[in-house]
């Protein structure tokens, strides 16, 4: 199994740290490619940096296409480009958001997303609304560092994070925690320890991990885009 990673920003500097990540959750016999955008914007933290990068996600995924790979994960919660990319290739496609709130939805009643600023509030909201499940998702909160700043301390991360998954679990607005951002990298087996310290014996589900398995899953299973859902784009002239 053949399983591509777009990291859906300009530049390589978070290559190797993402595929390091992948591989670690992905079965040993899945082979991993990690590539990024020849156009685009440094990070996604708002509608208009996800406008910026579709062009070059959808230039990723026709190369995916072309490639024969069996599987693409968009990392990203905010799901870029996601349904486009549906339409014009015949293999499974996720970003962050779907498969990690679907996978927490098994586990408890009350979803928490956790996530990295005030800009994204909306766009996770509208996403929830999209896919019918903002009434399953008690809170949304953020621990007020950008994406860019992910690759610190994790200290400062993981104490942010756990302030607020906290704060969430005894507001009751959550019994099971989302981490709301791709780049929270290698920090929910850390989370989880530090609720359960606290009395919390609480799920904490890194996009990551549920966008990596669920792809694995799908392609097992032989499962690719509807094609009543996402059919494919009528010809005519595009200015690309």
Not at 16 to 45: D, F, M, N, Q, Y
Not at 69 to 85: L, Q, S
């Amino acid at each position: 199994m053949h399983l591509r990673v777009i990291l859906p920003v300009i530049g390589d500097g978070f290559i190797e740290h993402v595929r390091t990540e992948v591989e670690a959750w992905a079965l040993p016999t899945t082979t991993v490619s990690v590539v990024s955008l020849a156009r685009g914007t440094a990070s996604i933290e708002s509608e208009y940096d996800e406008a910026l990068s579709a062009p070059g996600i959808l230039d990723r995924i026709e190369e995916c296409a072309v490639d024969g790979v069996d599987g693409v994960f968009i990392t990203c919660f905010g799901d870029p480009g996601v349904h486009a990319a549906r339409e014009i290739i015949d293999a499974p496609v996720v970003g962050g958001f779907e498969p990690a709130v679907l996978t927490a939805l098994s586990l408890g009643e009350k979803v928490g997303i956790i996530t990295v600023l005030p800009n994204v509030l909306p766009m996770i909201r509208g996403l929830a609304r999209r896919y019918d499940v903002d009434n399953r998702i008690g809170t949304i909160r953020v621990v007020d560092i950008p994406v860019l700043g992910l690759d610190g301390d994790d200290g400062i991360l993981l104490d942010r994070l756990e302030e607020q998954a906290v704060s969430a679990i005894e507001a009751g607005e959550a019994d099971v925690i989302i981490l709301g951002c791709t780049g929270m990298l290698g920090v929910a087996d850390a989370l989880k320890a530090r609720l359960a310290g606290r009395g919390f014996v609480v799920p904490v589900v890194d996009p990551t991990a549920a966008a990596v398995t669920w792809i694995e899953s799908s392609v097992r299973m032989g499962l690719t885009p509807s094609r009543l859902t996402y059919m494919a784009p009528p010809a005519k002239a595009r200015n690309l």
